[in-house]
């Protein structure tokens, strides 16, 4: 063993030995190798990691070490060592290789997949629920592969075979170099389903109904999660369980030409009611915040005419200077624009700022944090409390994060990174010491 560090010998034994430590709390455990499609679930509560398509193919990879293994474990194994290398045929893997292209090798997972959930509803019992873990490759993990084909395919399978989805939970499973990787998909979750079992009598509902339910429920489940903190780059994916929980209550929703609306159109309505939530989260914000929002929703960081911002400021009764006097934007030439959070001054003190602001102290702190940690950004965070409502940052960070990830990795991952570290920071700052900071001015009588 030449080091301690991750990939090591003494971490891969660390990672194993951890959760076996925990398990021993709840009694003795047997393992078995079945084949997840054919098995028997009579018994069990299920809990399920499955493969998600040509991600990776576990079966190849085991043979690297399966060839070791089986010379020192074959005669204590005969059962699991019998063959000359690890089964392949059974494996849920839509290897284009192994089955002849990738037309066929999709087939082949889809069915498989389904085969599995099928299996589990036939012998699993019905008292409690079934979970299933999801995790997603950095580069899947963007708001709009909530829509993607295989997405929708697997949600489409577990509902086919019987299943309702009652509720989504993101997992935070990726060691912990959060922010070292602040880029805008850095942080890698996994989806926790949870599945009961959907009876065929259900009732039908038409697409407008279901929309209308959509909007009613989904605002409960959306401060719940913002509450909980849930990192922007997860929230669209964490909102497909209460919207899925909403379809798969119904055993049909029609379209008005009277067919049924697939997963896909549902998940899509879904996601559009969640950017309709956020955006109504606007209307909150004080003026200076909303002009900043909406010129950052024409322009990002870019100039923009003077002339507009003028006729912007003025629907919301506020002139062009005093924006600049409140450190949030440069006006020259008969041009304007907002300062990124790279330009805001470091010696920013929010207790002597006489035009203080949601989306400076936003900006402010998503630069603090990314730049300069979790203690930099909880010192100005303990100053801006006694000034502008915390919780309005908050749900700002989670709003930028999505106007963002569209048009800019950069600034998605900044609003990504202060959103997720909310937790941590809201700790750190109520152990800073603010004896001696200055009060709230009255913003009214500027
Ligand atoms: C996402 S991985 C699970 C990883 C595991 N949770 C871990 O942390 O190591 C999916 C697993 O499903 C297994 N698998 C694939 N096809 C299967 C089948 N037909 N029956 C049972 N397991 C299968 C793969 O071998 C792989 O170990």
Request: proline content about 4%.
């Amino acid at each position: 063993m030449l080091a301690a560090s991750s990939g090591s010998l003494d971490a891969a034994l660390k990672y194993v030995i951890k959760p076996l430590t925990m398990s021993w709390a709840v009694g003795e455990a047997t393992v078995v190798q079945a084949d997840a499609r054919t098995r028997d679930y009579s018994g069990f509560v299920v809990s399920t990691d499955p493969p998600y398509y040509s991600n990776i193919g576990y079966a190849d990879l085991s043979d690297f070490f399966y060839v070791w293994l089986r010379r020192v474990l074959r005669d204590a194994h005969p059962d699991l060592f019998g063959t000359v290398l690890t089964p392949k045929l059974e494996e849920l893997i839509a290897s284009p290789q192994r089955h002849g292209g990738s037309a066929s090798a999709e087939r082949h997972f889809e069915d498989g997949f389904r085969q599995v959930f099928t299996a589990m509803r036939l012998s699993a019992g019905n008292d409690t629920p079934i979970t299933v873990y999801y995790a997603f490759k950095q580069q899947e993990r963007k708001a709009s592969d909530i829509l993607s084909t295989g997405w929708a395919t697997i949600l489409e399978a577990m509902l086919a075979a019987g299943w309702r989805i009652t509720a989504t939970w993101p997992l935070l499973t990726e060691l912990d170099k959060r922010l070292v990787a602040s880029g805008a998909n850095a942080l890698a979750s996994s989806i926790v389903l949870v599945l009961r079992p959907r009876n065929a009598d259900e009732p039908v509902i038409s697409r407008r109904d279901f929309i209308r339910a959509l909007r009613a429920e989904l605002p409960a489940a959306l401060t719940e999660l913002q509450q909980g903190a849930i990192a922007p780059v997860d929230l669209a994916q964490a909102t497909i369980g209460p919207g899925m929980a909403v379809y798969s209550r119904y055993s049909r929703v029609i379209e008005s030409d009277g067919s049924s609306l697939s997963v896909k159109s549902a998940l899509s309505l879904v996601n559009q009611a969640l950017d309709e939530l956020l955006a109504e989260q606007d209307g909150d914000l004080d003026a200076d915040s909303r002009f900043c929002l909406r010129w950052y929703k024409q322009f990002g960081w870019k100039r923009g005419d003077y002339g507009i911002a003028e006729s912007m400021g003025n629907a919301l009764n506020i002139p062009v200077k005093r924006l600049e006097h409140g450190g949030v934007l440069t006006a020259r030439e008969g041009s304007v624009r907002l300062l990124r959070p790279s330009e805001l001054p470091r010696k920013w003190d929010p207790a002597k700022d006489d035009r203080i602001s949601v989306w400076e102290v936003t900006c402010h702190l998503a630069r603090a944090v990314t730049t300069e940690g979790t203690e930099a950004a909880a010192r100005l965070m303990a100053k801006a409390n006694t000034r502008v409502n915390l919780e309005a940052v908050q749900l700002l960070a989670y709003r930028l994060y999505e106007l963002a990830q569209h048009k800019d990795p950069e600034d998605a991952g900044l609003f990504n990174a202060l959103a997720s570290e909310w937790a941590p920071l809201s700790a750190a700052a109520q152990r800073v010491d603010t004896r001696g900071m200055q009060g709230g001015l009255d913003l009214d009588a500027l």
